[in-house]
């Protein structure tokens, strides 16, 4: 790839006009990164006809239209203890018909009402909503008619996030696209024709442009599974070859079988099935590359323990990597007290460590006192340094680049790699993703736990949940209430964290608030005060961040408000922050009243069933991989084109392609970069 080319595609998006640091940021969140390569992968879903029609009544409510109203009144919004009215202007057509435009944030009513003047033509478009009087809520351009030229005849519509429009999305491709085909003079063809189809899936002119088997997908979907087979094939090459293999290690202590006497339960079958194929790997003279893969509360820890007292008695280091501050410290809290009844030393390493007590616990690394290390990307700094490190553990491991698992594994000389993850995946499909590994399933939950009883709700029965929750708190309960945006957003009627926590400071005085912009170490304090068991904080509201790795044993009850809008597999993670204790867990799935027939299927599944390899199979059948596997949904593999139904010929294309080239051409290297597959074990 041509340094042009490269430092184009790694410019910072805050650098394109009309972004800047803040924007940037958002953008990172949605697309998992802030270059102006994330942005390029990130394609439109579909494409709106704006066309402009006479009348509402030509329309059908769920369609997106675009129609001239004369603003007849305003009916401003206004709060009433806990219910807010939205504000309404009232319009009609050209044949008389009367149409409600309707705005659900308050803090704009100034704005709204001079954009709409009594008397004045307006052109509106947005999605008309069904029910008796023709709706738009939020609609998404409002302009005079001598403007009706800003209102755009067909519009790309992009999978968003909170506080970035689509007239964002349009003006940061039109600014990207508009230069880039300079860009390209001299590459390859290949990179040449993937960028081509890529460009055409920005523009798309239909929506049928935008399928798995339209054309320009079918290709930039091969391209990306070529990369992935690509990294696979390199990756079993390299484990392989005569320089990667290794004097097997010979065992020097028992302590298994203590490990085992130590704990005050027994392990499942599927646990120690797991163990022992780990067992097995540990005693081959070429590394380990293997994944455990299981439900929520199945019980993966423990076997990332038994994997870790295994390197032990061979007197070797063990490395457990997490995501965050908490996570690691979650794990630290509940290893050390099996290490200490073991002899062996177990320490926490994170970014917050400093001066004297860091330098105590990098000598003990490098000395090898320390058998155990749990922490974050702080394992992998330059100045830490293992006398032995035989063992990485990865858990969450697809929060992690690939670059920055290999920065831990080169810390040792060939060291085992054990990843973990909770996102339960069909085997078939597994195998296909993780050809480079081999799979563990755990598909049994430790005996004693009580199945969580999950219900759906509609949302007009809020208040009647609330008082339900009053007795239930003064009981003891601990609750998770999760909301799906952090603050109020002109652009959805969903209901926001901040809305929802001041809401509820008017029933309770033990509620606590956690969402993605807090400053980190706020968002961790308030966790951690939540979790323990003399805090003051008994209710904690919450976005997503809550997802993955909060171990709450006290918290019983969940609350998913807006759950329609969650994919099952969000859905399951978040039930399972509940049912981590002894007692009998709930999770209520608060709902609004017009669902969808995906949504309401959604919501029944996961009332009928807590098995998450179930939810990923009907997950997998309703959305594909594509969705199933997108960062944003479960965390998996970051398919931005593959859509596993329609595309699973092109595996098989790919990956064939993929093992006959013998030596790697300079394209598949760009490739495999173009989606984060160069480094996977070197490549």
């Known amino acids: 790839m041509k340094r042009e080319l490269f430092d184009f595609l790694n410019t910072d998006l805050q650098f394109i006009r009309g972004v800047g640091p803040v924007l940037a940021a958002r953008f990172a969140d949605l697309l998992g990164g802030r270059r102006i390569l994330d942005f390029m992968l990130h394609i439109p879903a579909y494409v709106k006809d704006r066309g402009i029609i ?33 504000t309404r202007i009232i319009c009609a057509d050209k044949t008389g018909k009367q149409v409600v435009i309707q705005f659900f944030n308050t803090n704009f009513l100034d704005y709204w009402v001079k954009k709409f003047p009594i008397g004045e033509w307006r052109l509106v478009s947005g999605k008309l909503e069904p029910g008796a009087t023709p709706t738009i809520n939020h609609p998404e351009f409002v302009e005079e008619p001598k403007d009706a030229d800003k209102i755009p005849k067909i519009q790309a519509i992009y999978p968003s996030g909170e506080g970035i429009t689509q007239k964002t999305f349009t003006n940061v491709r039109d600014q990207i696209f508009a230069d880039f085909d300079n860009k390209l003079i001299g590459e390859d063809e290949h990179i040449v024709e993937f960028f081509d189809a890529l460009k055409h ?25 070529f990369a992935h087979q690509m990294a696979i094939a390199i990756s079993r090459r390299t484990r392989n070859d005569e320089r990667h293999r290794r004097t ?78 908490t996570l690691a410290g979650q794990h630290y809290a509940k290893l050390k007290p099996l290490c200490d009844r073991l002899g062996l030393v177990c320490d926490i390493l994170t970014g917050r460590d400093k001066g004297a007590a860091r330098r105590e616990k990098l000598t003990s690394l490098r000395s090898g ?58 085997r078939t499909l597994s195998m296909t993703i993780y050809g480079d590994m081999d799979i563990s399933i755990i598909n049994e939950k430790p005996a004693g736990r009580i199945p969580i009883k999950t219900t759906k709700l509609p949302i007009s029965r809020i208040s009647a949940l609330i008082e339900h929750l009053k007795p239930q708190i003064v009981a003891g309960a601990k609750v998770f209430w999760v909301c799906p945006l952090v603050t109020d957003s ?121 098995d998450g390899f179930v939810i990923a199979e009907q997950d997998l059948m309703m959305r594909g991989v594509g969705e199933l596997l997108g960062t944003r949904q479960t965390g998996w593999i970051n398919y931005h084109f593959v859509a596993y139904r329609e595309h699973r010929d092109l595996f098989k294309l790919a990956s064939r392609a993929a093992v006959n080239m013998v030596t790697v051409e300079p394209w598949a290297r760009d490739l495999m970069y173009i989606f984060d597959r160069t480094t996977i074990l070197g490549a």
Do not use: W
């Open 54 to 86: 006479d009348s509402v009544s030509a329309a059908t409510p769920g369609e997106v239209i675009t129609i001239m109203l004369q603003v007849k009144s305003h009916k401003l919004g206004q709060t009433f203890g806990r219910r807010r009215r939205p």
């Open 201 to 225: 899936a920005h523009f798309a002119k239909t929506s049928t442009d935008l399928l798995p088997m339209a054309d320009d997908i079918v290709k930039l979907s091969y391209f990306e599974l």
């Open 248 to 325: 097997v290690r010979q065992k020097k202590y028992d302590l298994l079988d203590k490990f085992y006497a130590s704990l005050p339960f027994d392990l499942t079958g599927a646990q120690k099935r797991a163990i022992d194929e780990i067992h097995v790997d540990m005693l081959r003279n070429f590394p380990m590359m293997r994944l455990v893969q299981g439900d929520v509360g199945c019980g993966k820890t423990m076997v990332a323990m038994a994997a870790m007292v295994i390197m032990a008695e061979f007197g070797a280091q063990t490395a457990l990597l997490a995501p965050t501050d």
């Open 369 to 426: 006192r320390t058998r155990l290390v749990v922490g974050t990307h702080a394992l992998f700094s330059e100045d830490v340094i293992y006398k032995d490190l035989g063992l990485v553990i990865i858990d969450e491991q697809h929060r992690f680049g690939v670059g920055q698992r290999e920065s831990l594994r080169a810390k040792g000389n060939n060291p085992d790699v054990l990843a973990l993850s909770a996102t339960p995946i069909p």
């Open 490 to 610: 002109e652009e959805s009627d969903a209901t926001a964290a901040e809305y929802r926590y001041n809401e509820l400071k008017q029933n309770f005085t033990c509620v606590g608030l956690v969402h993605g912009q807090m400053p980190k170490s706020e968002r961790d304090a308030v966790m951690a005060q939540f979790a323990d068991k003399n805090s003051d904080i008994k209710i904690l509201v919450a976005t997503t961040v809550i997802e993955v790795g909060i171990d709450v044993p006290d918290a019983t009850i969940i609350v998913i408000e807006n759950a329609e809008r969650f994919g099952l597999a969000a859905l399951h993670q978040l039930r399972g922050r509940v049912g981590r204790g002894g007692a009998q867990s709930f999770c209520i799935l608060l709902h609004g009243n017009n669902l969808s027939p995906d949504g309401l299927k959604r919501l029944d599944i996961l009332t009928e069933t807590d």
